[in-house]
């Protein structure tokens, strides 16, 4: 298995780093071109309104917005999970739109702007994750295809749709391997 990560802007260097750490084969995603040789595809953290607008500009939306009908396995950290949402609370900015939530971006404010802590994540029962959160959505609303692997205070912060998974942390700035590996598991089924 091949798994992608788009390179556009963001932190997608850790992720690439992360999945090396565990053994799959890795590549960066630029061009449509680039996604043909990929199985899963991985959107990082990063600014969402950026990562939006050069997806279009490279005529990635589409390409991706196809894969992801025909089944490929897409995981979004924070900025990644933003671009993913249909509903993003106040803006018109560019997105894919595949998930059935509504997104509220910079939810934590002024005073949360990033912070750390352990987070119950329901696919690692045996303990929870160490969330890294800056400026981090929120997801505020979840379809019924929606299942929600965490709630962090209150608020949903993971969630899985089918073959779509969306975090509002990042765990690739953590040496926790356990996300990936999860994403990497829906991949393989
Ligand atoms: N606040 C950023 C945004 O709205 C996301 C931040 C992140 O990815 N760490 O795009």
């Known amino acids: 298995m ?8 963001g ?15 890795a590549r960066e995603v630029r061009k449509h071109r680039d996604l043909e040789s990929v199985d899963a595809l991985i959107i990082p953290g990063g600014e969402s309104t950026t990562i ?4 279009e500009r490279y005529a990635l939306d589409k390409a991706i917005r196809a ?7 897409i ?4 900025a990644g999970m ?9 803006s018109t900015q560019p997105r894919l739109g595949l998930m059935d939530i509504a997104v509220i971006r910079n939810a934590f404010g002024r005073q949360n702007e990033s912070f750390e802590a352990d987070i119950p994540f329901t696919p690692t029962p045996e303990r929870p994750v160490r969330g890294v959160f800056i400026r981090a959505p929120i997801v ?9 692997l965490s709630e962090f205070e209150g608020k949903i912060v993971a969630v899985r749709q089918g073959n779509l998974l969306a975090t509002a942390f990042h765990p690739e700035l953590t040496d926790d391997e356990r996300v990936h590996r999860y994403f990497l598991e829906m991949a393989r089924d």
């Open 67 to 73: 894969r992801a009908e025909q089944g490929m396995p």
């Open 82 to 90: 933003i671009v993913l949402a249909k509903v993003i609370e106040g």
């Open 11 to 25: 932190d997608f260097a850790e992720h690439l780093a992360m999945l090396t750490r565990i053994g799959v084969e």
């Open 52 to 55: 939006g607008k050069l997806m």
């Open 140 to 148: 505020a609303q979840a379809g019924q295809g929606v299942e929600i």
């Open 75 to 78: 995981y979004g950290t924070c």
């Open 2 to 9: 091949v798994v992608g990560v788009l390179a556009l802007q």
